[in-house]
């Protein structure tokens, strides 16, 4: 198989292990599938997710002016707790940022590198926690925007990580002690004005990912710098691909990079 297409973040199914697809431009292959094959991906020019132009990707997928002007680069996707469309205040466009902003969000405990706190629309779990390569996750409140959310997140992060350490999320095991033993733990420190969206019932959602082994060293790639990468697919965890030699790409970073890809 070899294909030339425009990189983006990996489909995924909650299955036992975790069932990854890559989209090759609307043709979705089954990446479970290639776990012990040989793949060589290329990078080849840019496409930005926004726009279409082959500007070099700046972030995110997106080049410069899109990240800087699209409203599906707010900075209140890095910062929920910048979200404004509660007050009627527009960012970019504030159609589309009510649409997001003021849809049911959650906020969750996750074990990814360590215990983290996070923030996701309830319309992405479990995917969030795939994404983050997440062993375990429990939520612990569900907020009607995504300010309320951001707000907690921001008051939990001084105490608990807010981010994913990648070296350590892939490693085998479960890292982090009982998901609910922390709640605990850390539930004095919620603000006041959102204790009401607290849940009484707090199920732990587990996963377990498509990975024959876990490399002891591991070097991540970057195609901009190095244009190409080519292995033995040993596993994927989050949105990372494991290589037999410890390289590892994590294809959410390389979105809008056009590829060539071949097993």
Same mark, same amino acid.
């Given at each position: 198989?070899?294909?030339?297409?425009?990189?983006?973040?990996?489909?995924?199914?909650?299955?036992?292990?975790?069932?990854?697809?890559? #989209?090759?431009? %609307?043709?979705?292959?089954?990446?479970? #599938?290639?776990?012990?094959?040989?793949?060589?991906? !290329?990078?080849? %020019?840019?496409?930005? =997710?926004?726009?279409?132009?082959?500007?070099?990707?700046?972030?995110?997928?997106?080049? !410069? !002016?899109?990240?800087?002007?699209?409203?599906?680069?707010?900075?209140?996707?890095?910062?929920?707790?910048?979200?404004?469309?509660?007050?009627?205040?527009? #960012? $970019? +466009?504030?159609?589309?940022?009510?649409?997001?902003?003021?849809?049911?969000?959650?906020?969750?405990?996750?074990?990814?590198? +360590?215990? !983290?706190?996070?923030?996701?629309?309830?319309?992405?779990?479990?995917?969030?926690?795939?994404?983050?390569?997440?062993?375990?996750?429990?939520?612990?409140?569900?907020?009607?925007?995504?300010?309320?959310? *951001?707000?907690?997140?921001?008051? =939990?992060?001084?105490?608990?990580?807010?981010?994913?350490?990648?070296?350590?999320?892939?490693?085998? %095991?479960?890292? *982090?002690? +009982?998901?609910?033993?922390?709640?605990?733990?850390?539930?004095?420190?919620?603000?006041?004005?959102?204790?009401?969206?607290?849940? +009484?019932?707090?199920?732990?959602? $587990?996963?377990?990912?498509?990975?024959?082994?876990?490399?002891?060293?591991?070097?991540?790639?970057?195609?901009?710098?190095?244009?190409?990468?080519? *292995?033995? =697919?040993?596993?994927?965890? %989050?949105?990372? =691909?494991?290589?037999? #030699? *410890?390289?590892?790409?994590?294809? $959410?970073?390389?979105?809008?990079?056009?590829?060539?890809?071949?097993?």
């Amino acid at each position: 198989m070899k294909r030339e297409f425009v990189l983006k973040k990996m489909e995924s199914e909650p299955a036992q292990p975790v069932r990854y697809y890559l #989209d090759m431009d %609307g043709d979705f292959v089954r990446m479970n #599938d290639l776990i012990g094959h040989t793949l060589y991906i !290329k990078h080849t %020019g840019y496409q930005c =997710l926004s726009c279409g132009s082959d500007e070099p990707v700046y972030a995110r997928g997106f080049c !410069k !002016k899109c990240f800087f002007e699209s409203p599906l680069a707010g900075q209140w996707f890095i910062h929920p707790e910048k979200s404004t469309a509660h007050l009627d205040i527009a #960012d $970019r +466009d504030l159609d589309y940022e009510k649409k997001i902003q003021l849809a049911p969000h959650v906020v969750y405990l996750a074990k990814t590198s +360590d215990v !983290k706190v996070g923030v996701t629309r309830r319309s992405q779990v479990p995917t969030r926690w795939i994404d983050q390569g997440a062993t375990e996750a429990m939520i612990i409140m569900e907020t009607p925007n995504r300010y309320l959310a *951001g707000l907690t997140e921001v008051a =939990l992060k001084s105490h608990l990580d807010d981010k994913t350490r990648w070296r350590q999320m892939l490693r085998p %095991g479960t890292p *982090g002690g +009982d998901l609910e033993e922390v709640f605990q733990r850390i539930r004095e420190h919620i603000p006041v004005e959102t204790r009401a969206y607290l849940l +009484d019932e707090r199920p732990v959602y $587990r996963f377990v990912y498509p990975v024959e082994s876990y490399p002891e060293s591991l070097k991540s790639v970057n195609l901009k710098k190095e244009k190409e990468v080519e *292995g033995k =697919l040993l596993g994927i965890k %989050g949105q990372y =691909l494991i290589f037999a #030699d *410890g390289k590892v790409l994590n294809i $959410r970073n390389h979105e809008g990079f056009r590829v060539e890809f071949s097993v």
